[in-house]
């Protein structure tokens, strides 16, 4: 991944929003299709008839090898759990993470729930991290460098009582899926790019009840609670112009969340 950020026009952007639309219907059917007794292959499928009916394309699979549209985690999998034969049931913490590519441009979110009935402690915790996406969007709206965001997610989870996954972190996000700027979770010493029209950002809180340590399994993908505490991840991808922020990944540019902090999208 190169240094150097990508900064797009408005009519890219709106290119990124038709791939971010085509996402948010893949997680829409990935969510409906996650019952108890389906598979994580099932939740996978589900995403890729998405996909593939819009004539848009993955930029999962096949990434690094990946074997997958959607990376699907369960439980203590934080990130990257990598979709097969595992039965989903009553209690299970779910985080699918999908991706799409429209005209060369991509699209990237992912979402956290509960199957049937998840403790109370679970239940916050998806909440949180939920919530925690929405602050940082919040600041970007209004943010004068990155680390303002990293603050603004960092206070939801101080405030829940919960831990940001260590060395994980959002991204920018273009030409290709995984592009310079890091965003960071939590705050971090030193100099941080400055918020600038043209960019658009992967903003992903990964919080965990335990204590953000995490090992990968050896799948070489799969990332995991080190304490084997539950995890939850939300993402959206949001482009800032000169106008303001519209969330890519919502077909409502995230109108409903936004107007809790004060801040209206619109659209490039």
């Not at 699918?96 to 005209?103: Q, R, T, Y």
């Not at 010493?189 to 009840?209: N, S």
């Not at 050896?218 to 080190?226: F, L, N, Q």
Request: hydrophobic letters at 45%; proline letters at 4%; charged letters at 20%.
């Amino acid at each position: 991944m190169t240094d150097r950020i990508e900064y797009k026009t408005r009519e890219q952007m709106r290119v990124m929003a038709r791939a971010g639309v085509v996402v948010e219907r893949a997680l829409a059917a990935a969510r409906a299709t996650a019952v108890p007794g389906a598979t994580t292959r099932d939740v996978d499928a589900a995403a890729a008839a998405v996909i593939a009916d819009a004539g848009a394309t993955s930029n999962f699979f096949g990434y690094h090898g990946f074997p997958a549209t959607t990376c699907i985690s369960v439980n203590d999998e934080i990130v990257h759990g990598i979709p097969g034969d595992r039965v989903l049931k009553d209690g299970d913490v779910v985080s699918v993470d999908c991706g799409a590519i429209v005209e060369g441009w991509h699209g990237d979110s992912a979402i956290s729930f509960g199957i049937g009935e998840i403790t109370a402690q679970e239940s916050a915790l998806v909440a949180a991290t939920r919530a925690a996406l929405w602050a940082g969007i919040a600041a970007l709206a209004h943010a004068r460098r990155l680390d303002e965001v990293s603050a603004a997610i960092e206070d939801v989870a101080d405030a829940a009582g919960v831990h940001p996954l260590e060395g994980y972190v959002g991204h920018g996000i273009g030409t290709a899926m995984h592009q310079a700027p890091d965003v960071m979770n939590y705050r971090t010493r030193g100099r941080h790019p400055r918020v600038k029209p043209g960019m658009c950002l992967a903003l992903e809180p990964m919080f965990v009840l335990g204590t953000g340590d995490s090992r990968v399994l050896e799948d070489d993908w799969t990332v995991v609670s080190a304490d084997g505490s539950r995890a939850a991840h939300w993402e959206h991808s949001v482009a800032v112009h000169e106008d303001g922020i519209w969330v890519l990944t919502a077909s409502d540019g995230g109108a409903a969340d936004l107007g809790a902090y004060g801040v209206v999208p619109v659209a490039p």
